[in-house]
């Protein structure tokens, strides 16, 4: 069964804007990472934050986690049209690793 | 390096046909799992391989549906008598395992397949 659930399901935005992508899981994590897909195809490992972490950066990239909310956020500066696709988190716990439904980010140039 | 490869690309197949998808993951990688995406959606977990230990069948739909795995290497999914709704993407992932902290996957391009 999926742990993560992201929100919102969809978002739209224009180019050079920020996107937040937001993560909300149910049970303990040992770590949380985001992901891209492409075209419904195979994913990209974009982030990985321990649960003992607050932040995280990459790039245009910013992870946040909240483990006493149980909830990360991804943010993406400056967006770009080739940043469209879908962003999923997964949360990791133990030996187990579980995807969210994803949100489906759409960057208009 | 050669990352996880998986085929056929696209299977096409009829109703109550058995199908069988290829998944060979990163050489040395001990941890693999399968996924299924249907159109639109998420990934849902199907099965979990780790080493030599028994896989997390959990996330398997049916008993139609099976998978193996060769020590370390090249694992099948085989779905039996499929039927339409099992149409979707099937991705396999794989990830080198190094204590609990470190379980970045390596997907795969992925199986498209069709159920007619």
């Known amino acids: 069964s999926q742990q993560g659930e992201e929100d919102p399901q969809a978002l739209s935005i224009q180019e050079g804007e920020n996107a937040t992508m937001n993560c909300s899981y149910k049970t303990s994590i040992n770590n949380l990472q985001w992901y891209r897909q492409n075209s419904g195809r195979g994913l990209v490992h974009l982030i990985l934050?321990?649960?003992?972490?607050r932040e995280k950066h990459s790039g245009r990239l910013r992870v946040t986690l909240d483990t006493s909310k149980k909830s990360s956020s991804l943010l993406i500066t400056a967006s770009r049209a080739a940043d469209t696709a879908s962003y999923f988190c997964?949360?990791?716990?133990?030996?187990?690793?579980?995807f969210g439904a994803g949100t489906r980010l759409t960057v208009k140039p | 390096g050669a990352g996880v490869s998986q085929s056929p690309s696209n299977k096409v197949t009829e109703k109550g046909k058995d199908v069988e998808l290829r998944c060979d993951p990163i050489s040395g990688h001990t941890a693999l799992y399968w996924y299924r995406q249907r159109l639109g959606q998420g990934l849902e977990f199907l099965i979990y391989f780790q080493g030599n230990s028994a896989p997390d069948k959990s996330g398997l739909p049916s008993d139609r549906f099976s998978a193996e795995r060769t020590g370390e290497s090249v694992s099948t999914l085989t779905i039996q008598r499929t039927q339409q709704e099992d149409s979707a993407v099937y991705l396999c992932?794989?990830?080198?395992?190094?204590?609990?902290?470190?379980?970045?996957?390596?997907f795969g391009p992925g199986t498209r397949l069709t159920v007619t």
């Open positions: 992932a794989s990830s080198l395992t190094s204590g609990s902290f470190s379980y970045e996957q390596y």
């Open positions: 934050i321990r649960s003992n972490e």
């Open positions: 997964a949360t990791v716990w133990n030996n187990d690793m579980r």
